[in-house]
Nanobody
Framework: QVQLIESGGGLVQPGGSLRLSCAAS????????MAWFRQAPGKEREFVAA????????YYEDSVKGRFTISRDNAKNTVYLQMNNLKREDTAVYSC?????????????????????WGQGTQVTVSS
């Protein structure tokens, strides 16, 4: 049974930083590409970042480029999202997702339908 459990969310002031973690179990982590999505109230779920299982390819949504960094630790079965210079518009529930295939095109990496497994999410609130 695949489980993805996110942690690290919270309340942070604009300009601050957070690091989200997603611990995976029940799967061969090295065979899975991992991603982060977010959903703000009243909005659809949107892509944030992804890390392919092979080749180390990474993908980012334009508004987070230069501020967010996705990384993975295969020894710990964990994917991270380091978020710096947070803005109010980054407020959302952040969820991680997994798919057992490499990511080799932007439309594939950024699509909700690409991913087979999802975590419950962790709330990130950026407010002063």
């Amino acid at each position: 049974q695949v489980q993805l459990i996110e942690s690290g969310g919270g309340l942070v002031q604009p300009g601050g930083s957070l690091r989200l973690s997603c611990a995976a179990s029940g799967l061969d982590f090295t065979r899975y590409s991992m991603a982060w999505f977010r959903q703000a109230p009243g909005k659809e779920r949107e892509f944030v970042a992804a890390f392919s299982r092979s080749g180390g390819n990474t993908y980012y949504e334009d508004s987070v480029k230069g501020r967010f960094t996705i990384s993975r630790d295969n020894a710990k079965n964990t994917v991270y999202l380091q978020m710096n210079n947070l803005k109010r518009e980054d407020t959302a529930v952040y969820s991680c997702a997994a798919v057992r295939q490499p990511l080799y095109m932007v439309p594939q990496a950024t699509a909700v339908r690409t991913y087979d497994y999802w975590g419950q999410g962790t709330q990130v609130t950026v407010s002063s």
